[in-house]
């Protein structure tokens, strides 16, 4: 259950979900600035349940919780690259290159830079030099060599580090099966892994990737974005959610007797004076489990 204000974020975020599943709007980003204790993380809860329950068609889902990522930067993008290469992106960049190595068949040439599955990158070069006859393992190998158009970079935030290439691969796949990347606390990214992984997933003009990016109020990670997006590659495609983020005692009272009409005026205030944030209401709010 939501407050008014968090159901209208949700509301908005739905919206630009349903335009880049449709196809047509490319890629965007889309930040949810509000204080912590806001209810960031249970706007995104049930705006990523929504979204993905009420596909009939294969979609892509990631959830990337900045909180739970070492601190370390290096570390950071190997586990942003394993949350982004999930099951069932790999499953999807599987068939994508088997397909697009049938058609390389039948039409009798090999797969490059502008293959007929869709999979390219700018600059890319070769998209897959090792045929097909592997693992899976070895496809995405292939995949991820092909995205990053060279040696792995050690530098967490290079262009052909880890990360970049997992996220172009993300981006590759979202082509056939549009992809919602998830990002609730993402200011505990480092801000130079943060921007060059989500640059790379919303960077192709044929991708449909959503990103949803959680960032406090005076976010530097939303001002880096913001300020990239005025040119270059992500122009257009940063946008920052409405989100209302009053958390005084007047707004807790407030939503507090939204999620609980049962209560009188005077406990709702009773209970905005027991709580610091909405997030507290939220918590306090959830029905109890029958003893």
């Known amino acids: 259950m939501l407050g008014e204000r968090q ?4 509301a908005e975020l739905a919206q630009w979900w349903d335009g880049i599943r449709r196809g047509g709007a490319g890629s965007h980003v889309v930040l949810l600035a509000g204080p912590a204790g806001w209810g960031r993380s249970t706007v995104l809860d049930q705006f990523s349940a929504a979204a993905t329950q009420s596909e009939s068609r294969s979609v892509l889902a990631v959830r990337l919780n900045g909180k739970a990522l070492p601190a ?3 570390q950071q993008a190997l586990a942003v690259r394993d949350g982004l290469l999930a099951a069932e992106v790999r499953r999807q960049a599987a068939a994508l290159l088997c397909r ?3 058609r390389a068949r039948g039409a009798g040439y090999s797969l490059g830079a502008a293959s007929p599955g869709g999979i390219a990158h700018r600059g890319a070069g070769t998209l897959l030099m090792s045929g097909m006859a592997g693992t899976v393992a070895l496809l995405l190998a292939g995949l991820a060599a092909a995205a990053g158009g060279g040696r792995p970079d050690d530098r967490p935030d290079s262009e052909n580090g880890t990360a970049a290439r997992a ?6 796949v979202s082509a056939s099966a549009p992809a919602l990347v998830v990002m609730d606390d993402a200011d505990y990214l480092d801000p130079g892994l943060a921007v060059t992984v989500i640059e790379n997933l919303v960077d192709q003009d044929d991708s449909r990737v959503l990103v949803v990016a959680a960032v406090d109020l005076g976010s530097d990670l939303a001002a880096a974005l913001a300020t990239r997006a005025k040119h270059g590659r992500t122009a257009g495609r940063v946008h920052r959610a409405e989100a209302d983020p009053r958390m005084g005692s007047q707004s807790r009272a407030e939503l507090a007797a939204q999620l609980s009409p049962h209560l009188t005026a005077a406990q709702a205030q009773q209970l905005a004076g027991q709580t610091r944030t909405f997030a507290e209401i939220f918590a306090a709010a959830r029905p109890r489990p029958l003893s």
Do not use: C, E, M, T
Request: glycine letters at 12%; hydrophobic letters at 50%.
């Open 72 to 74: 370390d930067p290096g």
């Open 100 to 102: 697009g190595r049938l």
């Open 167 to 172: 996220a172009r691969i993300v981006s590759a």
């Open 7 to 10: 159901q209208a974020a949700a």
